[in-house]
C-alpha cells in the first residue's frame, strides 16, 4: 500500500523533544489529537495559521524555527524518507501509472486541479496518484478515465504505450530529483515546484505577514518589557507598511475599569501619543533596547501638568510615571 506523502517537514518533534515535553501534552494543549500530532510531527498533515501560531506559543520558539533548512538533520530524514517511498512505489507501477496519467492530463490540457474536479476527487488525493504516492481504488478508475474521456481499457493501454516508448523515463526521473529540495522558510530552494515546500513556504509568508510580536507581559505591578520574537500573535491590524506594531498584554488591575480582562493591547512604536491617548510607556530608550533586554513598562493614559510636562496616569494605585519611551496604543483586542 502506498504510504502517506510528507506534505509539510518540520522541526516540531525536535523541539518538542528538546523542551522534555510528551506528544501527550502538546495534544493536550494544542486541543488537537494524539492521532493529528502524530501526523503533523511526521509531516503528513497540514496546519493551518491559527494552529501553526498556537503550536508555536506553547513550545516557546519561533516561527522560523518550525520549518527546517538544508542544513538540519530532519533535512536529511525527510529526503531519505521521500526516496525510500518513491522506490517502494516504482516497484508497485505506481509511479509509471502515476506519469502516465500526468502526460494524458497534459495531453488534454487540463491543470491538476481541472483534472481532479473532473474526477470527482480532492486536489491532494489526485496530485499523490500522479507523483506514485497513492493507490487507485476500483471504485475511482472509471471517473479517473472518463475525465480525460477514455474508457478504462484505452486509458491503461495509453499508459502501457506511453511506458513502452520511453516517454515516462524522464518524468520519473524528474520527480526523483525533487526530493533534493527541502524547505527554506520563504522560498523554495532551486525553485522546484515540491508540494511541500511551497505549503510550508506560503504557510510560512502568510502567517508571518499577518503577525505581531508580544513585547510585554504582567509581572506584579509593572509589565515585563522585551523585545522578542518568541510569542506572536495574529495583529488585526493590517502590517503592511507598518513596521513597529507590537502587542502588550495589559496588567488590568492598575487600570481600573478601562480595558477588559484577558485582552490584549496594540502598539505603534512609530505613533507618538498625544494628551489624551492611552500609551505603553517603557522605562527604557525603546530604540536602543537591545533584542531579549528587559526594562519595565506600564499602559497609562497621556497627561500634561501645569508646567507642560507630559507624563503616563496609571489608575490603581494612583501613579505617575515618566518613562523614557512612550507609543501610542492604537487597538485593544478581546482574547
Known sequence: MAQ????????????????GMKMTELSRRAKLSLSAVSKIEKGVRRLNQKQLLNICNILGCKLSDIFIRESDEVADVWQNEIKRRLTDNEGSGLKIFGSGLRKIRQKAGK???QAAKDAGMTLSVYHKIEVGQREVYEKEIEPLAKSFKHSVATMFDEVAKLYKSGDLNKQINKVKERVKSVLIPGSPLS????????????LYDSARKKLAPVFGTPNGKNISFKKSDKTMIVSPISLEGRKGIYAVIPNTKRLGSTIPEKSYIFADSEKKPVVGDMAVFVDADFEKLGFDSSANAQIAIVREDSKGNVYGQVLSPDE????????????????
Open 320 to 335: 505617575k510615571i515618566t518613562y523614557k519611551t512612550m507609543h501610542k496604543v492604537v487597538m485593544i483586542v478581546m482574547e
Open 4 to 19: 502517506e506523502e510528507i506534505i509539510f517537514p518540520n522541526n516540531i518533534r525536535n523541539i518538542r523533544l528538546a523542551n
Open 111 to 113: 491543470t491538476i486541479a
Open 191 to 202: 525553485g522546484i515546484d515540491l508540494p511541500g515546500s511551497l505549503y510550508g513556504a506560503k
